[in-house]
């Protein structure tokens, strides 16, 4: 049996709930209103640090998801079936102390502004009404919410279902601490949906730690011989959609309440045991998920402000380009305006440097000098604004990838995230202020951050 919570687990789900209310107002300080200054979105940190804890289930049709979520909560509560049943996400969880348990609708759900699942407004209407939470009264559930999800399915695109399914898949386990991906032996791996889900949508959504492989419903195979070839085939389909060779664990379980072959199979009793009780931690993740998660929002934003920054310096350098123009155009003016004037036209008479010299200067002597130095400054103006400045723009926003450091793989994924980002900013102000705007001071705000109060809640993890 899987271990329900006890006083200690209790406690220990109430310092991870201090401790999360405290990194929420610490990041809500301190990165949000740059994250509103960069024009980074931070709805998903937002969702992950409000609420519960939350695993996500799922997996093929059919492959034992809904069994698995009633044999967690000790009752039939999701509908079973052999054919694809279900197909809604279902968030289930305890009802409000005090509550009754009810269904709500996806509609409430993604307007409920307590709830992490905003977001998922934008896939439309059809994915709104298929969705639901169900409260119910179950200890694992305390502190504890499970997303029971559509099956996978081979045929449907998303035209089929009506909305993108991959989308709200990659929401979703985004927000969830464990996800936790069902095969069976009967289509071990081969399914369409769950192919591209490995392959594109996971990797970029969640960790490899939090993500949890599982082939259920192994007492189906009819013999030994049966079972390896299904593992064995999932293993190949998993290397594919992964792209690795190392192979994660796979857990090997079957439901002992559904299933009438019990005895044969009792050493993958364990396993199934196992599964259960990484469900159950999956509290225990949340600390290091909400961390991890900061944390590479904050190296997202420290990217796109040193890319800012840099863009800075380098347009103040055409500045200083033409402050340096400027200066020679005066020069020029002051020592031989008057110069080249009196030997082209004869005008003036005296030339500025020698009354200077003789300390017999009057007004009329500047004149020529002024006149030129202001026409150099303001034509070394136009030039700068008018052209060197949009040229420079223009450059930057064809090879914005020169703002940064793109040495390791990290740096360049995290580059294709916000390099959208960074040519909005650009594109947004292009006048010389914009050039004047302390990023570096921000930058060392995030650096700051991330060095300090993140490493230091991470070293406060229970
Ligand atoms: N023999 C056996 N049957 C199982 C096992 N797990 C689930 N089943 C049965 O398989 C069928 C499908 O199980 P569900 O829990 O409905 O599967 P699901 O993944 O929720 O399916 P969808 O909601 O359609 O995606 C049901 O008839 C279950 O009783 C198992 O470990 N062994
Ligand atoms: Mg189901």
Redesign the pocket.
């Known amino acids: 049996m899987a271990v329900p919570a006890t006083g200690g687990k209790q406690q220990k789900a109430l310092q991870n709930h201090d401790l999360q209310l405290e990194i929420q107002a610490m990041v809500e300080e301190k990165l949000f209103p740059l994250f509103e200054r960069y024009r980074l979105g931070h709805g998903d940190l937002e969702a992950i640090l409000k609420w519960k804890p939350i695993v996500l289930l799922l997996?093929n049709?059919?492959?034992?998801?809904?069994?698995?979520v009633n044999e967690l909560l000790g009752k039939e509560f999701?509908r079973?079936?052999?054919a694809?049943?279900?197909d809604s996400f279902t968030v289930i969880t305890a009802p409000e102390a005090g509550e009754e348990p009810r269904e709500i609708p996806g509609s409430t759900l993604v307007n409920d502004e307590a709830l992490p699942f905003a977001s998922l407004k934008s896939f439309g209407e059809k994915l709104v009404s298929h969705l639901q939470m169900r409260t119910v009264a179950a200890p694992i559930l305390n502190n504890l919410a499970i997303i029971?999800s559509?099956?996978m399915l081979d045929s449907v695109t998303e035209k089929g279902r009506g909305y993108d399914f991959a989308g709200v898949i990659a929401e979703l386990a985004k927000m969830a601490d464990l996800v936790v991906l069902?095969f069976d032996p009967h289509k071990a791996g081969t399914i369409k949906e769950t192919y591209s889900a490995i392959r594109n949508t996971l990797p970029e959504a969640s960790g490899e730690d939090r993500i949890v492989f599982a082939m259920?419903?192994i007492?189906?195979c009819d013999n030994l011989g049966d079972l390896v070839r299904a593992y064995g085939t999932l293993c190949w389909n998993l290397s594919q959609m992964t792209g690795r060779k190392d192979i994660p664990r796979i857990f090997l379980?079957?439901?002992p309440r559904?299933?009438r072959t019990t005895r044969a199979l009792e050493v993958w009793l364990e396993e199934r045991t196992e599964l259960k009780n990484k469900i159950l931690a999956a509290p225990d993740l949340r600390i290091s998920h909400i961390l991890q998660f900061v944390d590479r929002q904050a190296n997202e934003l420290g990217m796109v402000i040193e890319a800012m920054a840099r863009f800075c310096r380098d347009g103040r350098r055409q500045i200083q380009t033409a402050v340096k123009g400027v200066l020679v155009g005066i020069g020029f003016a002051v020592f031989f305006l008057d110069l080249i004037c009196r030997a082209l036209i004869g005008f003036p008479s005296e030339i500025f440097l020698s009354t200077f010299a003789t300390g017999q200067i009057h007004v009329g002597h500047l004149i020529l000098p002024v006149a030129g130095s202001s026409g150099a400054a303001a034509l070394a103006w136009l030039w700068l604004v008018k052209w060197r400045l949009p040229r420079y723009v223009r450059r930057c926003l064809k090879e914005t990838d020169r703002l940064v450091e793109l040495e390791t793989d990290y740096q360049k994924q995290t580059w294709a995230r916000v390099q959208g980002t960074v040519r909005e900013l650009i594109g947004i102000d292009t006048g010389l202020r914009a050039l004047f705007v302390p990023h570096g001071k921000h930058l060392k705000r995030v650096r700051l951050f991330v060095v300090q109060e993140l490493k230091a809640y991470y070293s406060r993890m229970p």
């Open positions: 997996g049709y059919s492959s034992g998801k809904s069994t698995l999701q079973t079936g052999q694809p049943t279900d029971d559509p099956g069902l259920s419903r007492d189906e379980t079957f439901s559904v299933s």
